[in-house]
């Protein structure tokens, strides 16, 4: 009964979309078990180009199913929206299910969102503004609603007043904002409700079935351990766990199923939205990387923040995943460099910071310590064999992997399914 858990191992925007849907063809089954639609991951085949927020990667292989599980935070108008759209260009959704257990976001946590990033000035998170922190607050504070409520509006009908109360009272004393009208969001929920009901299940059983009769399933991770809420650059993190532990609470999945823990990892580092990036580029360069690699967030547009490749925080992640192996991606954007830089140590006030720190205010103050190493004129986009990489660029895929502790598998060149040099098979 084999799970392969597919992890970003840096803050998110990894490439894991593209891996999932490479290593999909292998698979019966793609489950997401957290975040929400805070996430956006691309998928490049003969169709053409994909991005998706909630449905997990493998959707365009047929007959591979997907799940949104309990641990998500779903939006029903981005899902359904997202299917419609997918449903458009020929993609077969049928074979998607989603938890009953799963939190809806619900109006009031979109604005509440908005409301307390503009609130927080100056020491604001960056949040996707999508309600994802605000939907998980209230699932932590018992006044969530499930996505099967939808279908029993009546029985929640008590907690759904209370809470409506709450925040209009929120809204309108703290923040200075407009109440929302209990109408509106019920008419929502009605609508949601009857197209979402064919899609809504128990998901649990449905992937312990899929495991009992030997189903392959991927268990498709969102943002990436840095942002975890509880591993990550604290509070500049997302509000789930999009590290291992997540994955087993994220979808009530038996831990033994898990067979492999894959970290993704990019060759260089990128951020979105606020907090400290000790290995962050400024200038000139990092706008040329950003250009190239076009590091602008899939769900915000917002430009991401560039950096080198930060071994302390990857050795990190490794280590809170037990990562069993590494996909590295995007290679082929450092081509044509004239060195490249990674960091292997920080240091603040004039000593060695031997961890990624738990404070976000330590973490701020490290200055990197880089080792150089000389770049590669011969491109590795599209290489398809460790033979074809110059020896600059095998050696900088060699020292990544000394840092973060473990092997790289595949190295991604480029976005296409194919544009991928395959080391170890991760699904057999
Ligand atoms: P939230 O998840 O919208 O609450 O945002 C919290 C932080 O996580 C912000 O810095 C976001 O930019 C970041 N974040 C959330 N989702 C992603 C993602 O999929 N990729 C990269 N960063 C993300």
Same mark, same amino acid.
């Given at each position: ?72 935070? +779903?939006?029903?108008? +981005? ?15 049928? %074979?998607?299910?989603?938890? =009953? ?89 009605? =609508? ?11 998901? =649990?059983?449905?992937?312990?079935? %899929?495991? $009992? ?52 990892? @990019? ?24 250009? @190239?690699?076009? =590091? ?51 240091? $603040? ?31 590795? $986009?599209?290489?398809? @064999? ?7 660029? $095998? ?12 092997? +790289? ?20």
């Amino acid at each position: 009964m084999p799970a392969y858990a597919i992890i970003g191992g840096q803050w998110g925007d990894e490439g894991k979309g593209k891996v999932i849907d490479y290593l999909a063809r292998r698979a019966d089954c793609v489950v997401r078990y957290a975040g929400g639609n805070n996430a956006g991951h691309t998928v490049v085949n003969e169709r053409g180009k994909f991005q998706l927020h909630l449905v997990p990667s493998g959707i365009c292989w047929p007959g591979v199913s997907g799940v949104i599980g309990n641990g998500v935070v +779903v939006d029903p108008g +981005v899902l359904l929206g997202e299917l419609d759209g997918l449903n458009a260009r020929g993609i077969d959704t049928s %074979l998607l299910y989603v938890s =009953e257990r799963a939190h809806v976001i619900m109006p009031y946590h979109i604005l509440q969102d908005n409301l307390e990033e503009k609130a927080r000035g100056s020491g604001a998170i960056g949040t996707t503004g999508r309600g994802v922190g605000p939907a998980y607050m209230d699932k932590a504070g018992r006044v969530g609603i499930q996505v099967g409520d939808l279908l029993d509006l009546e029985g929640v009908m008590p907690r759904l007043e209370r809470t409506l109360a709450f925040k209009n009272s929120l809204f309108t004393k703290i923040y200075g904002g407009k109440a929302l009208a209990m109408d509106d969001v019920l008419a929502k929920c009605r =609508e949601w409700a009857e197209r979402l009901g064919p899609y809504i299940h128990p998901t =649990e059983q449905i992937v312990e079935d %899929l495991l $009992a009769k030997g189903g392959r399933v991927i268990l498709e991770g969102a943002q990436g351990t840095l942002l975890d809420l509880d591993h990550g650059s604290y509070p500049y993190v997302t509000s789930s766990s999009p590290s291992i532990g997540g994955a087993c609470t994220g979808l009530g999945l038996n831990p033994q199923a898990i067979v492999e823990v894959v970290g993704v990892y @990019k060759a260089y580092s990128t951020r979105v939205g606020g907090g400290p990036m000790p290995s962050e580029i400024h200038g000139p360069q990092a706008d040329e990387l950003r250009i @190239k690699a076009q =590091e602008f967030g899939t769900t915000t547009g917002r430009p991401r923040r560039i950096g080198w490749f930060d071994g302390v925080a990857g050795r990190y992640s490794r280590q809170i995943n037990g990562f069993t192996g590494m996909v590295l991606t995007r290679l082929d954007i450092l081509d044509g460099l004239p060195s490249v830089k990674i960091c292997v140590g920080y240091q $603040a006030g004039g000593r060695e910071v031997e961890r990624f720190p738990a404070s976000a205010s330590l973490l701020a103050r490290c200055k990197p310590v880089y080792e150089e190493m000389p770049g590669w004129d011969r491109p590795t $986009a599209s290489a398809t @064999k460790l033979s074809q990489l110059p020896a600059e660029a $095998a050696a900088y895929v060699r020292r990544i992997e000394e840092l973060v502790g473990c092997q +790289v598998r595949i190295i991604s060149t480029g976005p296409s399914r194919d544009e991928s040099i395959l080391l170890e098979p991760i699904i057999p």
